[in-house]
T-cell receptor
Framework: DAGVTQSPTHLIKTRGQHVTLRCSPISGHKSVSWYQQVLGQGPQFIFQYYEKEERGRGNFPDRFSARQFPNYSSELNVNALLLGDSALYLC??????????FGQGTRLTVV | EDQVTQSPEALRLQEGESSSLNCSYTVSGLRGLFWYRQDPGKGPEFLFTLYSAGEEKEKERLKATLTKKESFLHITAPKPEDSATYLCAVQAEYGGSQGNLIFGKGTKLSVKP
């Protein structure tokens, strides 16, 4: 069975640029969440989507946005990148209020 | 405010030396408590879900328990391959963080042969 897949696995961007990260959930899972993890910290919640609607938003600036498509895949967009946006971005899928399964993450480096 | 505190931050064990990791939490109604294992540079790997005080779950050398204020992850006779960061997360039933996972900073476990 395919797990949660994220692309790309690594990315290097320059300050001020825009980035799009992609996630395909486990088949049958309708909930997708995004988390940011900086070195030495636990993952921090960014967004949750369920049935293509935003169901939760963490404490992140408006430069961060996301959407979920009819096939339940999702994109996370970050505008006007800052050095502090460098992190491991994790996507998780779940049925809804059940255990979440994570992808391998996208390592974003902003230079 | 919903929050999770894990201790210790780091733990070094000899192979076969059993120990426990702690996860203390405050949350607006606990929907579930989750344990994950994370290897360097990888996404967290799901281990256990606990829903109510008194519940226990086991998997190989790991056993998770839950009380009303904390959870323990007991590691019995660990092996070097158990070395990883163990993350605890809670999901709130009410309030602004309802539905999402609130993580602790993790405990980095090193098991030496």
């Amino acid at each position: 069975d395919a797990g949660v897949t994220q692309s790309p696995t690594h990315l290097i961007k320059t300050r001020g640029q825009h980035v799009t990260l992609r996630c395909s959930p486990i088949s049958g899972h309708k909930s997708v969440s995004w988390y940011q993890q900086v070195l030495g910290q636990g993952p921090q919640f960014i967004f949750q989507y369920y049935e293509k609607e935003e169901r939760g938003r963490g404490n992140f600036p408006d430069r961060f946005s996301a959407r979920q498509f009819p096939n339940y895949s999702s994109e996370l967009n970050v505008n006007a990148l800052l050095l502090g946006d460098s992190a491991l971005y994790l996507c998780a899928s779940s049925l809804r209020y059940t255990e979440a399964f994570f992808g391998q993450g996208t390592r974003l480096t902003v230079v | 405010e919903d929050q999770v505190t894990q201790s210790p931050e780091a733990l070094r064990l000899q192979e076969g030396e059993s120990s426990s990791l702690n996860c203390s939490y405050t949350v607006s109604g606990l929907r579930g408590l989750f344990w994950y294992r994370q290897d360097p540079g990888k996404g967290p790997e799901f281990l256990f879900t606990l829903y109510s005080a008194g519940e226990e779950k086991e998997k190989e050398r790991l056993k998770a328990t839950l009380t009303k204020k904390e959870s323990f992850l007991h590691i019995t006779a660990p092996k070097p391959e158990d070395s990883a960061t163990y993350l605890c997360a809670v999901q709130a039933e009410y309030g602004g963080s309802q539905g999402n996972l609130i993580f602790g900073k993790g405990t980095k476990l090193s098991v030496k042969p």
